[in-house]
């Protein structure tokens, strides 16, 4: 069973800055691309950053470019989401995602096929 572990959520001021992490358990599973969506209270799932298997394509939601930087470490089978400077409104759920047979998979939740719990994003003002 394939589980992905997140981390370093938690409360940020704006302007501030804040690092979530995820990993793949699995030591049989590779991850090909690799994700974080996020979703807010009452609100659609939403793409936030995605990044292809070797890390040489990325994709950023027009609402965080500028913001967030995404990266990847395959050895340790973990994606990492830098957030800059916050907004109040990227308070939400955010969640990590991978595919299993899709090495760049871009911001379409149908194409990953695993997901972590979520951990919980509060921006303050």
């Known amino acids: 069973q394939v589980q992905l572990v997140e981390s370093g959520g938690g409360v940020v001021q704006a302007g501030g800055s804040l690092r979530l992490s995820c990993a793949a358990s699995e030591r049989s599973f590779t991850p090909l691309a690799m994700a974080w969506f996020r979703q807010a209270p009452g609100k659609e799932i939403e793409s936030v950053a995605a990044?292809?298997?070797?890390?040489?394509?990325?994709y950023f939601a027009d609402s965080v470019k500028g913001r967030i930087t995404i990266s990847r470490d395959n050895d340790k089978k973990m994606v990492v989401l830098q957030m800059n400077s916050p907004k109040p409104e990227a308070t939400s759920i955010y969640y990590c995602a991978t595919a299993q047979t899709t090495i760049n998979a871009g911001g379409s939740s149908r194409a990953y096929d695993y997901w972590g719990q979520g951990i919980q994003v509060t921006v303050s003002s």
């Open positions: 990044i292809s298997w070797m890390g040489s394509n990325t």
